[in-house]
């Protein structure tokens, strides 16, 4: 379906947008007095008085239709938000959208050298990722080491650097048995470059044959092609590889995917190669990547950077079908991120809200890229925008694996309808999930209204929902431009197993309303049985 949104301003008209997915939505607002006589939810207001309302235009009845009511902005507060419904035709988050793309670069260190060397702190932080067997996430391992690093099953890595060096069998073996132990899928990089599908070829029957827990999601042939080939130079030489792979019993018919293209470029390199390769069964999926590359926080905190990843969701929606494609590069600026961007705590709140909109949306999967410069100083690269590094077999989280630790708690669950007014001046979207089999809700309170926009938050949950809840509050001491990060002052610890224990929550009595203090750049996980 699409919602459409209408926005009130000040002196100004009410101005319409519409977007997929009747989910989360935000506008501003102002407090109003007449709030501050009691709780009170939505229905209890006069039509006439509501803040913007929500119009439903049923376009995909198949999907469901969430008729949303926007509550008033209580006195004091700097958002509210109501959750409608969960109707049984939402869109549900996949149970594999969680990811990680890491570059080969770091197997040697984050995984290990071997299965009998595997580094178990990078399997906990895994394991840390998903709600439980169910839900294990996919690893991609590639990225610009993917065209420029060479299979040599028994080659020396001593000569590696980021993006260039060896394979060999140890990094293989450490790789999958991770993926084993975790339960975590696997896409394989495969170097297109290079132009040598025979070396393409070894190296995929040596992952199959090292593929003990049938951990292998697909082998992604290239990273980024767009910058070294044309489209036409991409579809033969990606043939050739196709058929090698297709030529041997043991790699015959694996699934394959791509075309892994870069930021922005044309998808008619996704459509072009769905259209030959889907028809075979072999190809599952296409592979595009994004960034975000805003200039600084306050612009990626800026619902115009969700607008623009949306229109990214839609164009390779159109090239290739809907919940057929994996963002499986991304994060919030290219080439290792921005410090003081990246790295803080307000890159949480653009990073879980965009987790949960490419959901919504129908995104397959999100994988977020992830390497560390520490290892290889002569490069004299920095990554600014990973989620957590690994040095010397110990764990150290940045802001962003919180934000991923939070998100595992949509998956596998099914949107609810919501809608959110914020008082003048202040942006907190939330968006809710819903776990059908004992219907309880989740729902995510994001604050991204930038330094000093810190405030009461109010979540109205549907009738029935007025039980004892659970706060989880993803925060920092030094607000958003702060370097560490924690959920309910819970820290990953260096062995890598990560929990925290939420706290207690009352709906304000009588109502299903639920109240709480949300610190600037700040995200609360909410759960309502």
Wanted: aromatic share 8%.
């Amino acid at each position: 379906m699409l919602v459409a949104e209408v926005a009130t301003v000040a002196g100004t008209r009410p101005v319409l947008t519409t977007f997929p997915v009747a989910t989360a939505v935000d506008r501003p607002g102002t407090a109003s007095p007449a709030a501050a006589s009691g709780p009170r939810t939505a229905l209890d207001v006069p039509p006439a008085r509501l803040a913007a309302p929500v119009l439903v235009l049923p376009t995909r009845p198949q999907e469901g239709q969430i008729q949303q009511v926007a509550p008033l902005v209580s006195a004091g507060h700097i958002a509210d938000s109501a959750i409608v419904s969960c109707p049984a035709t939402a869109p549900t988050v996949p149970t594999d959208y969680a990811g990680l793309s890491i570059e080969w670069s770091m197997v040697r260190y984050w995984f290990g050298t071997s299965r009998t060397s595997v580094n178990t702190s990078l399997v906990n932080i895994l394991n840390s990722l998903e709600l439980g067997s169910n839900t294990p996430g996919v690893l991609r391992i590639g990225g610009n080491s993917q065209d420029g690093y060479r299979w040599d099953q028994t080659g020396s890595t001593t000569g590696n650097t980021l993006f260039s060096g060896t394979i060999n069998g140890g990094l293989v073996d450490a790789l999958f048995e991770v993926a084993r132990r975790s339960g975590w899928k696997v896409i394989v990089g495969l170097n297109l470059r290079n132009n040598d599908p025979a070396m393409a070829l070894s190296l995929a029957r040596y992952i199959v044959g090292q593929d003990t827990g049938g951990n292998l999601r697909a082998f992604e042939i290239g990273n980024e092609p767009n910058a070294y080939l044309t489209g036409s130079e991409y579809l033969a030489r990606y043939r050739t590889y196709v058929d090698r792979l297709n030529s041997d019993p043991a790699t015959a018919a694996k699934p394959v995917t791509g075309p892994a293209i870069s930021n922005n470029a044309d998808v008619t390199w996704a459509h072009d190669l769905w259209t030959i390769y889907r028809p075979t069964g072999q190809l599952l999926f296409a592979t595009w990547h994004d960034y975000a590359n805003a200039a600084n926080l306050a612009s990626l905190l800026q619902t115009s950077q969700i607008v623009d990843y949306n229109t990214r969701i839609g164009a390779m929606d159109g090239a290739v079908g809907r919940r057929n494609h994996r963002m499986d590069e991304g994060n919030d600026t290219g080439h290792g991120g921005l410090d003081g961007v990246s790295n803080v705590l307000g890159k949480t709140a653009w990073l879980i809200d965009a987790l949960l909109d490419g959901a919504a949306r129908g995104l397959q999967g999100y994988n977020n890229h992830s390497w560390d410069g520490y290892y290889y100083p002569a490069d004299n690269l920095t990554s600014w925008y990973t989620p957590f590094v690994i040095r010397n077999g110990q764990a150290s989280a940045r802001p962003g694996f919180y934000a991923l630790a939070l998100f595992k708690y949509a998956l596998g669950r099914r949107f609810c309808g919501v809608s959110t007014s914020n008082a003048t001046g202040q942006l907190v979207r939330t968006w809710a999930v819903n776990n059908p089999s004992i219907n309880k809700i989740y729902a995510y309170a994001i604050n991204k209204g930038g330094a000093g926009k810190s405030g009461t938050v109010g979540v109205i949950a549907p009738a029935g929902h007025n039980h004892t809840g659970f706060l989880n509050i993803m925060s920092g001491p030094g607000g958003c431009y702060g370097r560490t990060a924690n959920i309910q002052g819970s820290t990953l610890p260096a062995g890598g197993s990560y929990s925290w224990t939420g706290r207690a929550l009352n709906p304000v009595p009588g109502t299903t309303r639920y109240q709480f203090t949300l610190p600037e750049c700040s995200t609360a996980l909410l759960s309502i049985p």
